[in-house]
């Protein structure tokens, strides 16, 4: 059970307030704070709130340059190629999403890749960003090297993420690492002292499958499927690496590989669905789709069958209402943090309380 709740609108001011503190320009805090607030919401703990720790101390030592925007290093056709100069990974990606959707208003297809950027929390936030914009958008990034390749002992992947967003009503949306999970889940398992972790979640540092959340820690995520994971991730790292000219596999630091910048590459492709149909008809025919979908028989031991969003939604929507859990081993660093900067912290509730309200 979550230590405390908060409201996504008062989690999202104390973000604020504590980027700003240390120099955050104040249009970046916003973008960082909503970006993880969005994912926490969304029952996507791994890549809301948690994350917040990690980036101030990378901030604060200088491993996200503060400053930095980027620039355009090539644009041709409905291809861009962005240098992020180690700024604010969600700085870089506004940006690029942004790009991304200019060149498709005019070309039909955009594709911004960007190099040299940092962390940009859940790919989901930006997929969105584009496809409310009436594209398709397609997001993807490289990785801190923390992943064991299929068969291997050596880490060598991220856990790469793929979302796709669909524009129009909340009915499809694909956001997944190519590990069976991201490594935000087994570090949540490891700072709130859970027991074990799920079977088939992670390897060992010999690359041996464990539950134990520490050992999944020091050694990797299960990559999705075994060799069909491996694959994924790969594609991801050629997509936004190689062909944005960016850092690669072992070449790339992380939040919590420090001795080096994260240096990663991300991907973002829009995709202008009225060049097909109108956008009333595309979601019509998702609809459909959905619908043949949803009509599978369950299997025994399920009540219905979800379609990839289903749990995301339906979990933003009892938190706007109930607030956003945050864990002791989160909350506990960010009191801290606000202590030693004088920032106030907001009110909460205990978990106890969850059914009172």
């Not at 230590?3 to 960082?32: C, N, S, W, Y």
């Not at 002992?153 to 669909?166: E, Q, Y």
């Not at 369950?298 to 209402?321: N, T």
């Amino acid at each position: 059970m979550p230590d405390i709740l908060i409201g996504h609108e008062p989690l999202t001011q104390f973000i604020t307030k504590l980027l700003i503190t240390i120099r955050v320009p104040q249009d970046a805090a916003d973008l960082v704070a909503e970006s993880l607030v969005a994912a926490s919401l969304r029952g996507v703990d791994s890549h809301g709130v948690q994350l917040l720790p990690f980036y101030i101390e990378r901030m604060r030592d200088g491993g996200i340059n503060i400053e930095r925007r980027g620039h355009i290093a090539t644009e041709n056709g409905a291809c861009l190629t962005y240098d992020g100069e180690g700024g604010i990974g969600q700085v870089i990606s506004a940006i690029c999403s942004d790009h991304a959707v200019r060149i498709a208003k005019e070309h039909g297809i955009g594709l911004a890749i960007a190099r040299e950027s940092n962390h940009f929390g859940a790919a989901a936030f930006w997929a969105q960003r584009v496809s409310r914009q009436g594209m398709i958008g397609m997001v993807m990034c490289n990785a801190s090297p923390i992943v064991l390749p299929w068969q291997g002992k050596d880490k060598r992947f991220g856990t790469n993420p793929i979302c796709v967003s669909l524009p129009g009503p909340d009915q499809w949306l694909l956001d997944m690492a190519t590990t069976t999970v991201a490594m935000g889940k087994i570090l949540k398992a490891v700072l709130n002292k859970q027991p074990s972790l799920p079977h088939g979640w992670a390897l060992d540092i010999n690359g041996v499958p464990t539950n134990d959340p520490q050992a999944g820690l020091d050694g990797s995520p299960m990559p999705l499927g075994g060799y069909k994971g491996s694959g994924l991730a790969m594609m991801a790292e050629i997509f936004c690496a190689v062909l944005s000219g960016g850092a690669m596999s072992t070449e790339l630091g992380g939040i919590r590989i420090t001795d080096r910048p994260m240096r990663t590459s991300q991907f973002f492709l829009a995709i202008d669905v009225a060049r097909f149909m109108p956008l009333d008809e595309f979601a019509a025919r998702i609809r459909q789709l959905v619908g043949i979908v949803k009509s599978s028989e369950p299997a025994p031991g399920y009540d219905e069958v979800l379609v990839a969003g289903d749990p995301e939604w339906r979990a933003e929507a009892a938190r706007r209402i109930q607030g956003v859990p945050v864990f002791e081993g989160t909350w506990g660093p960010l009191c801290s943090v606000a202590a030693e900067l004088g920032v106030e912290v907001p009110p909460v509730h205990t978990s106890n309380n969850v059914a009172d309200r």
